[in-house]
């Protein structure tokens, strides 16, 4: 029995050690704020939101060539398609990323 006490005291004493200490540290980095903007927002700005717009744009041209290029009637309405859903996804991703921008702004205090 006191064996058991001993190594039971061993593996609980160091988490009961730092149970005291705060799990996260309460300097300014650590932030809600500081987190969206220096992780979560220089990721969506600089590889998810182009990448979106690259794809919306090669929505368009594909649908600008087809139309333009062809002498078939299916193949230039299925151009007016690709040129209609590129357009509808540059609305999209402009008005969303405008709504992003103004959220983020409310909720980190416009930093």
Known sequence: MQRFFYLF????LPFVAGAAQPAIPTNNKMTFA????QEIVPFVDFV??????????LLFL??????????E????????KFIFWG???????FSVWGLVKLLLS????GV
């Open 9 to 12: 005291a061993a593996s609980v």
């Open 34 to 37: 500081y987190i969206v903007n």
């Open 48 to 57: 998810v939101v182009p990448l979106l717009y690259a794809i919306a744009f």
């Open 62 to 71: 594909i649908g600008v060539v087809r139309f333009l290029f062809s002498m």
């Open 73 to 80: 009637d299916e193949k230039r309405n299925e151009g007016k």
């Open 87 to 93: 357009i509808i996804g540059f609305v999209v991703l």
């Open 106 to 109: 409310v909720l980190t205090g």
